[in-house]
C-alpha cells in the first residue's frame, strides 16, 4: 500500500533488479518495509495508523502462500511487493477473498524514492498476473497514502468500492482493480 511521498518519474535508466525474494532476506524485507511504511505515523491520524502498523506487521508475519518479489541494488534491497494468489485471504480475516491476484505491501526505501522503483514492482506483478491466466489484479490502499494512488492510477487501476472496508475508527481502505 505504501510507496512514499515522492512521485514516480515516467521513465529512468534502472540500476536495479526486480525478482523473488530468497528465504534468507525475510528478515530484510521486514525491516524495509517496516522503514518504509514509518512515514505514515506521522501523516495519519492515531488510530489510523496504529491500524495499519498492525495489519503490515500481522502480513510480514503471515504464513500464507504468497511471492515476495524485490527490486535489489547489487546485495541491498531498495523495494518490496507481495503478491498473493486468486482465492487467497491476502487480509487474514477470512472477509476479503477474491478470484484474482492482490497487490500488498508495496514499500520502497526512502533513499530510492523517485527511480521507478515501485512502478517496476508493480510492471511485475502484473507480469506475473497476466502469465498465471488471471484476468485481473487488485489492491487497496487509503487517501493518506497519495503518491501510491497516483502511480496506481496511471497504470490503469480503476476503483472498486464494493471491496472498499473501514476498520472502525480509521480510513477507509479503498480497493482498486486493474483488467487485464
Known amino acids: 500500500m505504501t510507496i512514499g511521498s515522492k ?3 515516467k521513465s529512468t535508466a534502472r540500476t536495479f533488479v526486480v525478482r523473488d525474494a530468497r528465504p534468507e ?7 524495509l518495509t517496516l522503514r518504509a511504511y514509518a512515514e505514515f505515523e506521522t501523516i495519519m491520524d492515531a488510530n489510523s495508523w496504529a491500524e495499519l502498523d498492525g495489519a503490515v ?9 504468497s511471492e515476495c518479489i524485490v527490486a535489489a541494488e547489487g546485495t541491498t534491497l531498495i ?4 503478491l498473493y494468489p486468486p482465492h487467497i485471504d491476502a487480509y487474514g480475516d477470512g472477509t476479503r ?3 484474482y491476484p492482490e497487490v500488498r505491501l508495496v514499500a520502497v526505501a526512502p533513499d530510492a ?3 521507478g522503483v515501485a512502478r517496476a ?3 511485475e506483478c502484473i507480469r506475473r498476473a497476466r502469465a498465471s491466466g488471471a484476468t485481473a489484479l487488485g489492491l487497496h490502499t487509503s487517501r493518506s497514502l497519495g503518491a501510491a494512488m497516483a502511480l496506481y492510477a496511471s497504470m490503469g487501476f480503476e476503483r472498486t468500492p464494493d471491496t472498499d472496508f473501514q476498520p472502525p475508527g480509521t480510513e477507509l481502505v479503498e480497493g482498486y482493480r486493474l483488467r487485464l
Do not use: F
Open 7 to 9: 512521485p514516480e518519474p
Open 25 to 31: 532476506e525475510r528478515a530484510a524485507v521486514r525491516e
Open 57 to 65: 506487521r500481522s502480513a510480514l508475519d503471515a504464513d500464507v502462500p
Open 79 to 82: 523495494g518490496t511487493v507481495t
Open 97 to 99: 477473498v477474491v478470484g
Open 113 to 115: 524514492r523517485g527511480r
Open 121 to 123: 514492482l508493480m510492471e
